[in-house]
């Protein structure tokens, strides 16, 4: 399998409001950046759209070291919550449903194709590729949806 490492941030301005996601994804000396939003989202929703995206941006499995400040995101998969979560039919453990459940779902057959290690990174803290796809999330959705 290719190794490759992916960097994710998602931003929003306003929670809900128009948002943004980025990725870049780093194979060798290739550099890639994605990104995307919606005009009425979450931070959640864009943190773990440029999850997706960037998974489904590679054309065959791979091995992923996938970087992202969303604790959203890590801890569900490292602290095994979407396995309970799937287990309980979409209910968390005080048994309220799980929301964003249309891109948890998306997201499974990404995870069964590649392997994904998930890697913490603090935000806004100089994290040269953080910080490079936060401003690909903001310069979207400022872009797209924040017209005067």
């Known amino acids: ?9 998602g931003a929003c301005s306003g929670n809900p409001g128009p948002g943004g996601w980025g990725a870049v994804l780093v194979y060798g000396k290739i550099e890639k950046e994605l990104s995307g939003g919606e005009s009425e989202t979450t931070n959640n929703r864009m943190e773990l759209s ?3 995206y ?5 054309n065959e499995p791979c091995e992923a ?6 604790r959203y995101v890590c801890d569900a998969i490292n602290r095994g919550w979407l396995s309970s979560w799937i287990e309980k039919g979409w209910r968390k453990a005080d048994k309220k449903p799980v929301l964003n459940v249309d891109l948890w779902e998306r997201l499974l057959p ?5 392997r994904v290690e998930f890697i913490w990174v603090k935000g806004h803290a100089g994290h040269e590729y953080n910080e490079r796809c936060d401003s ?3 310069n979207y959705y400022t872009t797209h949806y924040l017209k005067c």
């Open 110 to 114: 990404l995870l069964e194709k590649h």
């Open 136 to 138: 690909l999330a903001v």
């Open 50 to 52: 440029a999850v997706i």
């Open 1 to 9: 399998m290719k190794k490759v490492e992916i960097y994710t941030d």
């Open 65 to 70: 070291a996938l970087t992202t400040d969303s």
């Open 54 to 58: 960037a998974l489904e941006a590679l």
